[in-house]
């Protein structure tokens, strides 16, 4: 024993001298996942928001991390197709062990990881404005509901250009329902459908659509097309002499980032969009942003709403596992529904009952730059109504059945299908 004793000094030199030189190892990283189409017809779209994602990630990682640990972005490519989205879903849930998903685009995306994230008790963090008529508690919706775009836009078109309108969106379930509510309420507002068609995603055929333009001449068109579609519809549009100044557009998914790849011969200045955010918002918090992406990816790249969308995501999330004090999934679902956050846009706040952010609307005029000129916002921010008041619950459910069915249960149209062009006779 009292050699044991003697030898106590000398064993606890040793260890001091075994930790010295192996030094306490690194945290491990907290996963998150990054699902967008990185090729295809969307990619146009989403690799941006890829970007900003990374964005938020980079400035979190830059300031120390999460709870002391690293953020890991784990990338996966849904490829425009959204059995694929639901696939990687799957992987980066079970292979990855991510702790959260921030990704999709499109509704019919966006629905086929639903099933994904609800069946693991995962969480997915949606940037894009939607059709609503859908609620998850493993889903925050970080844009807009219908009633915080859709409906406004509708309004304010009706007031300042008139009451014919003609509809055209892409063949999938963001347009149809958009669509759908606008029928809605069209004649609440003595408005009327002069038109409808619907193009398949990725399409460059817009014929039919300027054939009827031409021969309906509507007061103003609705635009829904997703993708890049739309660099197809505005040339096709200066090509048949339809300007702003005949016929004007108002787009829900054209923004600033689909305008940087429209062909610079193609004026579409003097048209509309309606979105939450948009990059000419003059407040020390978007000019940081603007140039904090800027100087991350290109000194002239603009930045868009789901962008914006996604970056608030991510920050959001962030602020949420710091209140939680852990990274589990259950937890951080909890406490996310309390959280608000002073992002480019205004002031964003989570909701608690339907996990919807409140957004300010707001209408611009596309400029020969590629920005808009803000003509109209809302005067604070809105609260966020899935289901509008202009359908019932029930209606709304049975209309999305039927489409869900008549896609041969998809949320979008088939390419199996014969055309790519459907038109809705009025």
Same mark, same amino acid.
């Given at each position: 024993m009292r050699k044991i004793i003697l030898l106590l000094p000398i064993l606890l030199s040793c260890v001091l001298i075994i930790f010295a030189f192996y030094p306490e190892k690194e945290p491990l990283p907290i996963k998150v996942g990054i699902l967008h189409s990185l090729t295809g017809t969307?990619?146009?779209?989403?690799?941006?928001?890829?970007?900003?994602?990374?964005? +938020?990630?980079?400035? *979190?990682?830059? $300031?120390?991390? /999460? !709870?002391?640990?690293? =953020?890991?972005?784990?990338?996966?490519?849904?490829?425009?197709?959204?059995?694929?989205f639901a696939k990687q879903a799957e992987y980066l849930i079970t292979q990855e062990k991510v702790r959260v998903i921030f990704g999709c685009w499109t509704s019919a995306s966006r629905k086929r990881v639903k099933t994904i994230v609800e069946k693991h008790k995962s969480l997915l963090f949606y940037p894009v404005q939607y059709?609503?008529?859908?609620?998850?508690?493993?889903?925050?919706?970080?844009?807009?509901?219908?009633?915080?775009?859709?409906?406004?836009?509708?309004?304010?078109?009706?007031?300042?250009?008139?009451?014919?309108?003609?509809?055209?969106?892409?063949?999938?379930?963001?347009?149809?329902? +958009?669509?759908?509510? *606008?029928?809605? $309420?069209?004649? /609440? !507002?003595?408005?009327? =459908?002069?038109?409808?068609?619907?193009?398949?995603l990725g399409t460059t055929n817009m014929n039919q659509v300027i054939a009827d333009l031409k021969l309906l001449k509507p007061d103003v068109v609705i635009n829904s097309i997703n993708g890049s579609s739309n660099i197809a519809f505005f040339t096709a549009l200066q090509k048949a002499g339809i300007t702003a100044n005949n016929i004007p557009v108002m787009s829900l998914s054209l923004s600033e980032t689909e305008l940087y790849k429209i062909n610079k011969n193609t004026n579409i200045s003097g048209h509309y969009a309606t979105w939450n955010y948009f990059q000419s918002i003059n407040t020390p918090e978007n000019k940081a942003f603007v140039q904090a992406y800027q100087s991350h990816y290109g000194a002239n790249l603009p930045v868009s709403d789901p962008m914006e969308a996604a970056w608030n995501a991510v920050h959001l999330w962030a602020q949420a596992v710091r209140s939680a004090q852990t990274c589990d999934t259950t937890t951080v679902r909890q406490t996310i529904r309390h959280q608000s956050f002073a992002a480019p846009e205004g002031i964003v706040s989570i909701d608690s009952r339907s996990q919807h952010a409140w957004k300010t609307a707001r209408i611009g005029q596309i400029q020969e730059n590629g920005q808009f000129n803000i003509l109209w916002s809302s005067s604070q921010p809105i609260r966020p109504m899935p289901y509008p008041p202009i359908v019932s619950k029930q209606e709304a459910e049975a209309y999305l059945n039927q489409l869900y069915l008549n896609w041969h249960k998809h949320w979008s149209w088939q390419p199996s299908q014969k055309d790519s062009l459907v038109q809705v006779q009025q």
């Open positions: 969307m990619a146009i779209s989403e690799k941006p928001v890829m970007q900003a994602t990374l964005l +938020a990630i980079e400035e *979190i990682n830059a $300031q120390g991390g /999460l !709870l002391g640990r690293p =953020i890991e972005p784990i990338i996966a490519d849904g490829k425009s197709n959204w059995d694929t059709e609503g008529l859908e609620t998850s508690p493993n889903i925050v919706y970080m844009g807009a509901a219908p009633n915080q775009q859709i409906i406004p836009a509708i309004s304010w078109a009706i007031q300042n250009f008139g009451s014919r309108m003609y509809l055209v969106g892409s063949d999938y379930v963001f347009p149809r329902v +958009a669509n759908w509510l *606008i029928h809605k $309420q069209a004649p /609440l !507002l003595h408005g009327a =459908i002069v038109g409808e068609t619907y193009l398949q």
